[in-house]
């Protein structure tokens, strides 16, 4: 599909707009990363006033956040194919924005969980209605580029987001020793610091420019009349329990596999809490919300993929019924599954490790990782798009490149006993990893119809949120926390993950060419509009 507008616009100039439109895109995307990175900096601060341990700062930054932001995900990136996607955006700022500053005033564990909550349903807007943004102001020969471009918002905010963090903790605990107004520690003070500005952001965005949706491709797409039913009739078939009402709808068959389904995740949950060692006090507690979040996460997921099958054949072919998409989407799920892991605690541990103050983490590890993944993301997408004009899986082998180069080095993070090697590694970490990010983004993107860009977006954050996100940072934590809080050891036992991402992008470099073919074809032939 992508490659008959790649070679009808290949001379087509790009408007300034587009390009200032995605560096506003970029901003957001900036913002989106501190309020959600900036927990790894005050990690150490949190379990010390709240007495939680890693098991539990892993579930709050990964599971916690993940599972809201994967479901919400799926009806925004519905909202996303059907609405304007500028509003979509800014709402969604403003939300995640105030559950950030939210945060700050935690005073216990539940509190601070249900504000991640918050937050995670609020970022979920940003990414499906971004994707789709750039989709409609590039061209197919740039849009590998341009995603990179967003992406690495990725890396800036949450570089930053470590220099923000430590400089206001540091400056807020010697001005206030024995807590500030309020009674807020220096930790409650950044969370509130970064929320704020984003309700501003949010009225900035409002100020762009709604592109005509699938018009770049040759595919101009009428706006729906009615946008929010979509967005309904998602909710109802994602958000438990009205996932039973969505499901007797299609039938007393589909009900049945819905409430089966239902059981066998609970019972899963139920045997996992009981049977997977969890120690004592808050740390029984943190395994045994993992588990019961990610059950009810992969039900509805379930849940809904069953009712896209019955309601939407042509977008489900294209995406779950893929498996030229599947395996796209699971190899980079596990790169993020490693690199969110080893992102995460790289702070805590080397403050606790090697003495070094929050500040300094802020100067040594923040930035100089924010513009390594900056570059990395940005080369990383030059090359997948120089691959791609020369062979359709061609932007699959940089996202190899991305699982595959940052083991020996991540491995050095977590084992050298030089501060200076320590620094080093964590920036080359970030470059090789974030190398993988826009071809893998890109790759979905091209599997799939104009309309459909927001779903498979979501559907890509899927892996992203419920495979990386939700498990690699818990497992981390919880590892360490089994064995006394070892950090280094619980960060390296996720690289088991990389044999079997590689497996994924194996079978997805064979699978993408034809899926890329034939995808127009498929839709053609389920009644979808050319």
Same mark, same amino acid.
């Given at each position: 599909?992508?490659?008959?507008?790649?070679?009808?616009?290949?001379?087509?100039?790009?408007?300034?707009?587009?390009?200032?439109?995605?560096?506003?895109?970029?901003?957001?995307?900036?913002?989106?990363?501190?309020?959600?990175?900036?927990?790894?900096?005050?990690?150490?601060?949190?379990?010390?006033?709240?007495?939680?341990?890693?098991?539990?700062?892993?579930?709050?930054?990964?599971?916690?956040?993940?599972?809201?932001?994967?479901?919400?995900?799926?009806?925004?990136?519905?909202?996303?194919?059907?609405?304007?996607?500028?509003?979509?955006?800014?709402?969604?700022?403003?939300?995640?924005?105030?559950?950030?500053?939210?945060?700050?005033?935690?005073?216990?564990?539940?509190?601070?969980?249900?504000?991640?909550?918050?937050?995670?349903?609020?970022?979920?807007?940003?990414?499906?209605?971004?994707?789709?943004?750039?989709?409609?102001?590039?061209?197919?020969?740039?849009?590998?580029?341009?995603?990179?471009?967003?992406?690495?918002?990725?890396?800036?905010?949450?570089?930053?987001?470590?220099?923000?963090?430590?400089?206001?903790?540091?400056?807020?605990?010697?001005?206030?020793?024995?807590?500030?107004?309020?009674?807020?520690?220096?930790?409650?003070?950044?969370?509130?610091?970064?929320?704020?500005?984003?309700?501003?952001?949010?009225?900035?965005?409002?100020?762009?420019?709604?592109?005509?949706?699938?018009?770049?491709?040759?595919?101009?797409?009428?706006?729906?009349?009615?946008?929010?039913?979509?967005?309904?009739?998602?909710?109802?078939?994602?958000?438990?329990?009205?996932?039973?009402?969505?499901?007797?709808?299609?039938? !007393? $068959?589909? /009900?049945?596999?819905?409430? @089966? +389904?239902?059981? *066998? &995740?609970?019972?899963?949950? %139920?045997?996992?809490?009981?049977?997977?060692?969890?120690?004592?006090?808050?740390?029984?507690?943190?395994?045994?919300?993992?588990?019961?979040?990610?059950?009810?996460?992969?039900?509805?997921?379930?849940?809904?993929?069953?009712?896209?099958?019955?309601?939407?054949?042509?977008?489900?072919?294209?995406?779950?019924?893929?498996?030229?998409?599947?395996?796209?989407?699971?190899?980079?799920?596990?790169?993020?599954?490693?690199?969110?892991?080893?992102?995460?605690?790289?702070?805590?541990?080397?403050?606790?490790?090697?003495?070094?103050?929050?500040?300094? !983490? $802020?100067? /040594?590890?923040?930035?100089? @990782? +924010?513009?390594? *993944? &900056?570059?990395?993301?940005? %080369?990383?997408?030059?090359?997948?798009?120089?691959?791609?004009?020369?062979?359709?899986?061609?932007?699959?082998?940089?996202?190899?490149?991305?699982?595959?180069?940052?083991?020996?080095?991540?491995?050095?993070?977590?084992?050298?006993?030089?501060?200076?090697?320590?620094?080093?590694?964590?920036?080359?970490?970030?470059?090789?990893?974030?190398?993988?990010?826009?071809?893998?983004?890109?790759?979905?993107?091209?599997?799939?119809?104009?309309?459909?860009?927001?779903?498979?977006?979501?559907?890509?954050?899927?892996?992203?949120?419920?495979?990386?996100?939700?498990?690699?940072?818990?497992?981390?934590?919880?590892?360490?926390?089994?064995?006394?809080?070892?950090?280094?050891?619980?960060?390296?036992?996720?690289?088991?993950?990389?044999?079997?991402?590689?497996?994924?992008?194996?079978?997805?470099?064979?699978?993408?060419?034809?899926?890329?073919?034939?995808?127009?074809?498929?839709?053609?032939?389920?009644?979808?509009?050319?």
């Amino acid at each position: 599909m992508e490659g008959n507008s790649q070679a009808s616009g290949a001379d087509d100039k790009v408007p300034a707009y587009s390009w200032y439109a995605l560096g506003v895109l970029v901003l957001i995307y900036v913002l989106n990363f501190v309020d959600r990175q900036i927990l790894s900096i005050l990690a150490n601060d949190i379990k010390a006033d709240l007495h939680v341990d890693d098991a539990y700062l892993g579930f709050l930054y990964g599971t916690a956040f993940a599972i809201f932001y994967a479901l919400f995900g799926i009806p925004l990136g519905k909202l996303a194919d059907s609405w304007k996607r500028v509003r979509l955006m800014s709402a969604g700022l403003a939300l995640w924005s105030v559950m950030t500053a939210f945060s700050g005033l935690a005073r216990n564990s539940l509190m601070l969980t249900s504000a991640r909550i918050g937050v995670g349903v609020g970022e979920a807007t940003a990414s499906p209605a971004a994707y789709s943004l750039i989709s409609d102001w590039f061209p197919a020969r740039l849009r590998g580029t341009a995603l990179a471009i967003y992406s690495s918002g990725l890396y800036f905010g949450g570089g930053i987001s470590l220099l923000i963090g430590g400089s206001i903790v540091e400056a807020w605990n010697r001005a206030y020793p024995h807590g500030g107004p309020l009674g807020l520690a220096g930790w409650q003070a950044a969370f509130i610091a970064v929320g704020l500005p984003g309700l501003a952001l949010a009225l900035w965005v409002l100020t762009l420019r709604e592109p005509v949706r699938g018009a770049i491709d040759g595919l101009p797409t009428p706006e729906d009349p009615a946008p929010f039913c979509g967005f309904r009739d998602e909710l109802v078939q994602i958000i438990p329990p009205f996932t039973f009402i969505g499901a007797a709808a299609r039938g !007393i $068959g589909a /009900l049945a596999i819905n409430i @089966a +389904a239902a059981v *066998g &995740f609970a019972l899963a949950a %139920i045997l996992l809490t009981k049977w997977v060692p969890a120690g004592e006090g808050k740390f029984v507690a943190a395994v045994s919300d993992q588990w019961l979040f990610l059950a009810i996460g992969y039900y509805a997921v379930f849940s809904w993929a069953s009712a896209l099958r019955s309601r939407d054949k042509p977008t489900f072919r294209l995406t779950w019924g893929s498996p030229a998409f599947m395996t796209t989407i699971m190899g980079y799920g596990l790169v993020a599954f490693m690199a969110y892991a080893s992102a995460f605690f790289a702070a805590p541990y080397g403050e606790v490790t090697f003495s070094i103050p929050k500040t300094e !983490i $802020g100067w /040594l590890l923040g930035a100089p @990782a +924010a513009v390594a *993944g &900056f570059v990395g993301v940005i %080369i990383g997408g030059r090359v997948a798009d120089y691959l791609f004009a020369r062979h359709p899986s061609g932007r699959l082998y940089v996202v190899m490149f991305g699982l595959i180069a940052p083991l020996p080095v991540m491995w050095t993070i977590y084992t050298t006993n030089s501060v200076t090697v320590f620094f080093i590694c964590a920036s080359l970490a970030q470059f090789l990893a974030a190398s993988a990010l826009g071809a893998a983004a890109a790759t979905s993107q091209s599997l799939v119809l104009p309309r459909m860009r927001g779903v498979a977006t979501a559907t890509f954050f899927l892996a992203t949120t419920l495979v990386g996100l939700a498990l690699g940072p818990f497992t981390a934590g919880w590892i360490s926390t089994a064995h006394g809080g070892d950090i280094s050891l619980g960060v390296r036992s996720v690289f088991w993950a990389a044999p079997v991402g590689f497996l994924c992008l194996v079978a997805a470099i064979r699978l993408v060419p034809e899926a890329a073919r034939n995808a127009l074809v498929h839709a053609q032939a389920a009644g979808e509009p050319a």
